[in-house]
């Protein structure tokens, strides 16, 4: 039996950035409208209908800016120091897309796992 149509054609991004992170492990997790990517619980990149969304540090944001077709990240009209916005035009390529896909990895392999917190049970008053 086919699966119901949602009318939503999926993003091609998804599996080229799946089929760029290889055999790394990675999990996905819906946000920002998209679909982000994740190692050991910090996002690396996300992707939506507006483009790549790449978290590369504050260290190396104004470097990340400077690339063609990158701008910072902004949500609530607040600029988010770390993150940067590319536009479709600049993961073109393969090539384009290892790029930001390498300098969010550089990033983010320096950061220690997030490890989820317990759920703890609330008490009954």
């Known amino acids: 039996m086919a699966k119901p149509s949602t009318g939503l054609a999926p993003d091609p ?3 080229r950035l799946r089929a760029a992170l290889g055999r790394r492990a990675f999990t996905e997790q819906k946000m920002f409208g998209g679909t982000c990517f994740m190692i050991d619980g910090n996002m690396l990149i996300g992707t939506s209908k507006r483009g790549l969304l790449v978290r590369v540090g504050k260290a190396a944001h104004a470097a990340a800016v400077a690339r063609p077709h990158a701008s910072p990240m902004e949500m609530g009209g ?8 590319v ?16 300098l969010a990895l550089a990033f983010v392999e320096t950061l220690p796992p997030k490890v989820k917190p317990a759920k703890v049970a609330k008490k009954r008053a």
């Open 87 to 102: 536009a479709p035009e600049g993961t073109a390529t393969e090539a384009d897309l290892r790029g930001w896909l390498g």
């Open 13 to 15: 991004m998804v599996e």
């Open 78 to 85: 607040r600029s988010m120091e770390g993150y940067v916005h």
